[in-house]
């Protein structure tokens, strides 16, 4: 129950990613918290203008690195927020080896080096993708069906958690992002999110390319939300080996998302996706206390004006 939620205070912490999108995010708000943060990235789709300057920032591949020298990082090391990844559906459906090596070796190799380092709390970073086409909205014991070797790969870093945790007394804990929103989202590159997408070809004077027939809905959630949601779970000395739905609780369909931006639409691939997305986050709330504060209208309005279209 959420009055009686016991919190621990953190004092060192590891974020792989931490240059990325969502763990820059986290970081921010680790230090701001007092936290001495560790940063484990490889700049493959970090970058270096997200990096924290009160954080240690160590350059490494998680997939290739020695295990031995990553387990010195995690001495006495309280959390260990995992959120390195190759991201996105589609462009693993065009290069599953490398994604694979990222996103399950990568997880595996941490994973190894927190149990020989002694970590006792590991927080990963896991998809929504899982679950496929799936009835909404949609709670954790669904049944899952990836639909995409990314979404496999998110579902067998679970697996490793749940059995790390299991076998190894790690308080392994996965949380299930939905679409996350925000600052920092990239404007380039091959992992654009569909918001930066349509920005970008909007200001290019481009009609928005839509897959499929743009009715699809997904449930758009507030990187600031997620960040409280990482911290929560982190200090919450009760949960252990748990899975959350980390969602908003509401959707939109992309034609909503382009209509919200102001954009032109033009239909384009069609591809393998599920039709809808819509997060149950009741447990995060009961068991410790989250709850999602984000608006995606207003955020966009906001967006928009920031890159003045």
Not at 222 to 249: C, H, P, R, S, T
Not at 261 to 272: D, P, Q, R
Request: glycine share 8%; proline share 4%.
């Amino acid at each position: 129950m959420i009055g009686k939620i016991k919190m621990k205070k953190l004092q060192r912490a590891i974020v792989t990613g931490g240059a990325g999108f969502i763990g820059s995010h986290l970081v921010d708000k680790l230090i701001d918290m007092g936290v001495r943060v560790t940063i484990i990235d490889d700049f493959s789709t970090g970058k270096r203008e997200n990096i924290n300057p009160a954080a240690y920032c160590w350059e490494q591949d998680l997939s290739t690195v020695e295990v031995s020298t990553l387990t010195e990082y995690m001495k006495n090391v309280d959390v260990v927020f995992h959120m390195a990844a190759l991201a996105r559906v589609q462009p693993s459906i065009e290069n599953p080896v490398d994604y694979h090596n990222v996103n399950v070796t990568g997880t595996h190799n941490l994973l190894v080096a927190a149990r020989d380092g002694g970590v006792r709390r590991f927080i990963y970073s896991s998809s929504s993708s899982i679950y496929g086409d799936a009835k909404v909205p949609t709670l954790e014991e669904h049944p899952k069906n990836p639909m995409s070797p990314y979404a496999l790969h998110k579902l067998i870093g679970e697996q490793y958690c749940k059995l790390f945790n299991t076998l190894y007394n790690i308080d392994a804990i996965s949380l299930r992002y939905f679409n996350v929103y925000g600052d920092r989202m990239s404007l380039d590159g091959a992992y654009r999110l569909a918001i930066p997408i349509f920005a970008t070809q909007i200001k290019e004077g481009k009609p928005c390319t839509i897959n499929n027939d743009g009715n699809q809905k997904r449930d758009f959630t507030y990187v600031g939300d997620v960040v409280e949601a990482n911290i929560l779970a982190a200090m919450d000395e009760d949960i252990k080996g748990e899975v959350f739905n980390i969602g908003n609780g509401n959707n939109y369909s992309v034609n909503e998302l382009v209509d919200m931006m102001g954009g032109e639409k033009s239909y384009g691939n069609k591809v393998i996706e599920p039709f809808e997305t819509l997060a149950d986050n009741s447990k995060a709330y009961f068991d410790f206390g989250w709850s999602p504060k984000g608006n995606l209208e207003k955020w966009i309005k906001n967006y928009m004006e920031k890159l003045r279209l």
